[in-house]
């Protein structure tokens, strides 16, 4: 099994809460610059969206804080697409450290919209890949 997309970002002071420690909707920013670069690099975010009318969008982010982060720490944020039925799939990221202590999870779940109708289509992922984007590289599963 390959290794998810990561990307590597590090704590600025300004995203400090009072305590201290990276401000709780930073981790969530952190997922969607994770998840917005592995869109890009898959593809998901070029002509073939948009010529199919189609745009990813998120339903539901839930976060699990594992160890806090503080200003001047390094993480990687990964990313990876898991696919199923119906309309929505889910793109899930962890935060690690650089010495590979997990710091949160994140389990987001998606949808593909026809920016038309402003509905949910149904297979998404079968609608992602007719649009041109690179599946193997948008999940490890595939």
């Not at 002071?13 to 592995?38: F, I, P, Q």
């Not at 839930?62 to 889910?90: M, N, P, W, Y």
């Amino acid at each position: 099994m390959r290794e998810p997309f990561r990307t590597r970002i590090k704590v600025r002071h300004y995203e400090l809460d009072t305590l201290g420690h990276l401000n709780h909707a930073v981790y969530h920013s952190y997922g969607e610059v994770s998840r917005l670069e592995l869109m890009e690099l898959a593809g998901g975010l070029n002509s073939g969206m948009r010529d199919a009318n189609l745009a990813f969008v998120l339903l539901e982010s839930h976060i699990v804080f594992r160890r806090e982060l503080r200003a001047g720490d390094v993480v990687d944020v990964t990313c990876d697409a898991k696919f199923g039925t119906g309309k929505t799939f889910h793109m899930d990221s962890n935060i690690y450290k650089v010495d590979g202590t997990l710091s949160a999870e994140i389990t987001c779940t998606l949808g593909l919209m026809d920016l038309e109708r402003r509905k949910l289509v149904d297979d998404p992922r079968g609608r992602i890949e007719r649009a041109g984007v690179d599946l193997k590289v948008l999940s490890t599963s595939e």
